[in-house]
C-alpha cells in the first residue's frame, strides 16, 4: 500500500478509503472493545495516516462516520437538550440481602409463577448513563440521561469514545433502521489516577472519584478536552429497536456484542435467588480487582416478556433492581495528625480522623504518606475531608472540603526534631521522605522488630506491637535474637499477660524457627528485598552461608533482582553487627535453609509460555493471566514457535489461526481450568 502515491481517480479513491474504514473499525473494535488486537500499532498508524491523506486529497468524500471524525467540531456553547425516544428509567436499590429476597418475592408474586426464575446479574459500573441512537447503523446521537425524558445532546464527545462504534457493521446480521442503547460512560481508575495528578501539577482541583472525573469529561464543551480523558463505556441495554427478534436480555447483550458494542463480560445467569446473592456479595468482596469502579450489581429478569409483564412502577422497573454496595468513600473530619517513624527512619503522618463508616468497617486513621501529599491536597488539621477506602486497602484521604472551612484550621509541618528521639529530621534532596538522623533511634528497633515477626517475615502470632514494646521498655529484647531465649518466668511479669498466653506466645516464639530461609531473609529488613526477591534468593541460594558469600554479580544474574537490590544485599552482609545478629540466630536454632521447591503448584506452569486470545465465558484476561503469573507461566502478546498454549475463547482471531499452523496446543477455559486446578 503505497502512502504517497495517490489513486488515479475519485472512484478508486472512494474504494481505498471504504476499505481503509473497514479495516480501521475492525482494528479499532479489537483494541478498544476486546482489547484483544492483532496488529501492532505502527501497522495501525499506517492505515490511519494514508486514511488522512486520502480524505484531505479528496475533502468531499469525508463522512461523519469516518474514523478520523472521532475528535471534530468546534466546541460548543452550551448542549442542547432531546427527548429521548424512549424514557430512560433508573432503578430501585436494595441494600441487603434481606431487601434482594423481598425483590425476588415481588417477582414470583408478579409473575404468579412458582418454578425458578431466570435472573441476569450484571455488575453497577459507577459512571454516567448515555444513550445512543443509531440510524441505519449510523451513530447519530449520543446523550446524558438528565431527567429521564429529557438529557443534552453530547454527540461530539461520545464520539471521542472509542469503544462507542460510529458505525454498526456485521456481515450477516441486519442492521436495523432505528436502534437506540444504553450503557454507563466511565473513567477506568488508572486514567482518573493520571488526570488527578496531571491536575494537582497544573494547580487544578482533584476529582473527587472516577464517576465525577467521568461526568465532567463528558460534560466539556471542547470535543478535542473529552478526547483526551480516556473515557470508555459498557452498553448494557436496549430502547427503541426496530425490527430485532430476542427473546431474553442475555440474547440481547449478545447481538450488542455483535453489532460492535463493548459488553461487560462479567454478568451470570442464575436460577436460584441464593446464587443471585451469591454472586452479589462475590463482588462486594472482589470490587476492587476491577480495572473500574462499580458500586453494586444490578440483577434483572432475563426473559424479556415477563420484563414486560412485570412493567414499571411510577419510577422504576419492577423486574429490576440495583443491590448497591456500602460506600466506599465518607466525608468525615482530620482531627489530628501524627507522625511517626518507620524502621528506615522514615516519617510518616497519619491522619487521626473522626470515626466514620466506610466500606463496612469504623475507620479512623488514613495515611498521609509525606509531605508533599499533604502539601499537594492541603490537608490541614480540622479539615473535612472525603476519605476512600477500597477492599483491604489502607484508606486514604482524596480531598478536602474547602467550603467547610471556618479559618482555624491549621496547616502541618513536618517536625524537626524526630518524635521518637528527638534528633534531627533531615529531607534528602530528591526524596519525598523526611527521616531521622538517628542511626540508633529507638524507633528504627522497635519497627524493625514489629516487621521480624510479622505474618510475612517469622510470622510469630500473638506478638503484636504492645507487646513488643513492653518487652523492649523491660529491656528483656535488645536485639531480634532475644525473643529465643525468653523465658515464662520473663514474660508472665508483663502486663495482660496470663499464664496460659505465655505458653501459646513461647510456642510460637519455638515455632518460628523453622520458618525457613525466605522468610528469615524477608525478617532481617535488608533494603529492598521484598518477600518475592527474598523468595528467589532463598530458593537459588539454598542457604544462609550461600547468601552471605554472594557476589554482586551472582546476586543480579537472578531473574527479578536488580542492581539496587543486589547492592544493599552485599552491604548488608557486609556489617560486623548483621553477621553477629544471625550467627546468634543461627545458634538459637533458627533454620538457616530452604527446602528445595517440590514440584507444587506454584511450579506447575514453570517455563510456559501463554497467549490469550478472544473473550473467554467466565474469567477476564486479567484473572487468567494472574493465574498463570502465580503458577510461575508467562503471558505475551504474540503467537510464535516458543508459545506452549494459546487460551482461546470467543471471537479468537488472527492468534488462533497462527497457532493452529504452528501446531501449538489450544486450550479453552474449560481445559485451561483443568490444567490448572
Ligand atoms: S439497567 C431500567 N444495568 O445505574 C433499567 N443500569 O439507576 C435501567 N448502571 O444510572 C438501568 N450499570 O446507568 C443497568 N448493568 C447495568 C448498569 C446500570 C450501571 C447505572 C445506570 C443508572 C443507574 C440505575
Not at 436502534?179 to 466511565?186: A, H, N, T, W
Not at 518524635?419 to 521522605?433: F, I, L, S
Not at 510479622?454 to 525473643?483: F, H, Q, Y
Not at 548488608?572 to 545478629?581: M, S
Request: glycine share 8%; net charge negative; with cysteine.
Amino acid at each position: 500500500m503505497p502512502s504517497s502515491n495517490l489513486p488515479e481517480n475519485a472512484e478508486a479513491a472512494k474504494a481505498e478509503i471504504r476499505e481503509l474504514r473497514t479495516q480501521i473499525n475492525y482494528h479499532n473494535h479489537r483494541y478498544y472493545v476486546l482489547d484483544n488486537p492483532d496488529i501492532e500499532d505502527k501497522e495501525y498508524d499506517l492505515l490511519m495516516r494514508r486514511l488522512i491523506t486520502l480524505e484531505t486529497a479528496y475533502p468531499e468524500l469525508i463522512t461523519g462516520d469516518s474514523p478520523t471524525q472521532r475528535v471534530g467540531g468546534a466546541p460548543a456553547e452550551g448542549f442542547l437538550r432531546v427527548a429521548h425516544l424512549t424514557p430512560m428509567r433508573s432503578l430501585g436499590n436494595a441494600f441487603s440481602e434481606e431487601e434482594l429476597m423481598a425483590f425476588h418475592q415481588r417477582v414470583i408474586n408478579g409473575l404468579a409463577q412458582t418454578a425458578d426464575i431466570e435472573y441476569v446479574v450484571e455488575l453497577k459500573i459507577d459512571g454516567l448513563a448515555i444513550d445512543l441512537v443509531y440510524e441505519n447503523g449510523r451513530l447519530i446521537r449520543g446523550a446524558t440521561r438528565g431527567d429521564g425524558y429529557e438529557g443534552e445532546d453530547v454527540t461530539g464527545n461520545i464520539r471521542t469514545i472509542r469503544s462507542v462504534p460510529l458505525a454498526l457493521e456485521h456481515e450477516s446480521l441486519a442492521i436495523p433502521p432505528l436502534l437506540e442503547v444504553r450503557g454507563e460512560v466511565y473513567m477506568p481508575r488508572k486514567a482518573f489516577d493520571r488526570l488527578n495528578r496531571e491536575r494537582s501539577a497544573a494547580g487544578e482541583p482533584p476529582f473527587a472519584n472516577p464517576r465525577n472525573a467521568a461526568a465532567g469529561s463528558l460534560r466539556q464543551l471542547d470535543p478535542q478536552m473529552t478526547s483526551k480523558r480516556a473515557l470508555d463505556v459498557f452498553i448494557y441495554g436496549i430502547g427503541i429497536h426496530e425490527g430485532v427478534d430476542i427473546q431474553t436480555h442475555t440474547q440481547m447483550l449478545q447481538y450488542l456484542q455483535k453489532l460492535g458494542f463493548k459488553i461487560n463480560p462479567l454478568y451470570r445467569v442464575f436460577k436460584r435467588i441464593e446464587d443471585v446473592v451469591g454472586y452479589c456479595t462475590e463482588w462486594a468482596q472482589k470490587r476492587g480487582d476491577l480495572a473500574y469502579d462499580i458500586d453494586g450489581m444490578v440483577v434483572k429478569v432475563n426473559d424479556l416478556a415477563g420484563q414486560e409483564r412485570l412493567g414499571f412502577t411510577a419510577k422504576d422497573p419492577r423486574w429490576a433492581i440495583a443491590y448497591k454496595f456500602p460506600a466506599e468513600q465518607a466525608v468525615t473530619v482530620v482531627e489530628d495528625i501524627f507522625t511517626g517513624v518507620g524502621r528506615t527512619g522514615v516519617l510518616t503522618p497519619t491522619a487521626i480522623l473522626r470515626p466514620v463508616k466506610v466500606a463496612g468497617s469504623t475507620v479512623s486513621r488514613a495515611t498521609l504518606h509525606n509531605q508533599d501529599f499533604i502539601n499537594e491536597k492541603d490537608i490541614r488539621i480540622g479539615d473535612t475531608v472525603i476519605i476512600h477506602k477500597a477492599g483491604e486497602v489502607i484508606p486514604e484521604v482524596i480531598g478536602v472540603i474547602v467550603e467547610k472551612r471556618m479559618g482555624k484550621e491549621q496547616p502541618f509541618v513536618m517536625p524537626a526534631a524526630c518524635p521518637e528521639c528527638g534528633w534531627p529530621v533531615v529531607r534528602q534532596q530528591g526524596e519525598a521522605a523526611h527521616k531521622c538522623t538517628n542511626a540508633h533511634c529507638p524507633a528504627l528497633f522497635r519497627e524493625g522488630l514489629i516487621h521480624f515477626v510479622s505474618r510475612d517475615a517469622m510470622n510469630i502470632e500473638g506478638l503484636g506491637p504492645s507487646i513488643l514494646t513492653a518487652l523492649i521498655d523491660a529491656k528483656l529484647v535488645t536485639s531480634a535474637a532475644d525473643l529465643y531465649t525468653l523465658t515464662a518466668g520473663q514474660i508472665i511479669n508483663l502486663e495482660r499477660m496470663g499464664d496460659k498466653s505465655a505458653q501459646n506466645l513461647l510456642a510460637a516464639i519455638e515455632a518460628s524457627k523453622q520458618a525457613g530461609l525466605a522468610r528469615l531473609l524477608y525478617a532481617l529488613g535488608i533494603r529492598f528485598v521484598g518477600v518475592k526477591a527474598a523468595g528467589i534468593i532463598a530458593r537459588h541460594f539454598g542457604c544462609m552461608q550461600a547468601v552471605r558469600e554472594a557476589s554482586f554479580a551472582s546476586l543480579t544474574e537472578l531473574n527479578e533482582i536488580g542492581e539496587k537490590t543486589a547492592e544493599s544485599i552485599v552491604a548488608f552482609f557486609a556489617v560486623p553487627e548483621n553477621l553477629e545478629f544471625i550467627e546468634r540466630l543461627e545458634a538459637v536454632g533458627v533454620v538457616m535453609t530452604e527446602e528445595k521447591p517440590q514440584q507444587t503448584a506454584s511450579q506447575l506452569l514453570q517455563g510456559k509460555t501463554f497467549v490469550l486470545t478472544g473473550i473467554l465465558p467466565t474469567m477476564t484476561r486479567t484473572e487468567a493471566t494472574a493465574v498463570i503469573e502465580r503458577l510461575g507461566g508467562k503471558v505475551t502478546g504474540s503467537v510464535s514457535k516458543k508459545t506452549d498454549y494459546v487460551l482461546a475463547g470467543s471471537e479468537a482471531g488472527s492468534k488462533l489461526d497462527k497457532a493452529r499452523n504452528l501446531g501449538i496446543e489450544i486450550l479453552t477455559e474449560e481445559q485451561f481450568r483443568q490444567l490448572v486446578e
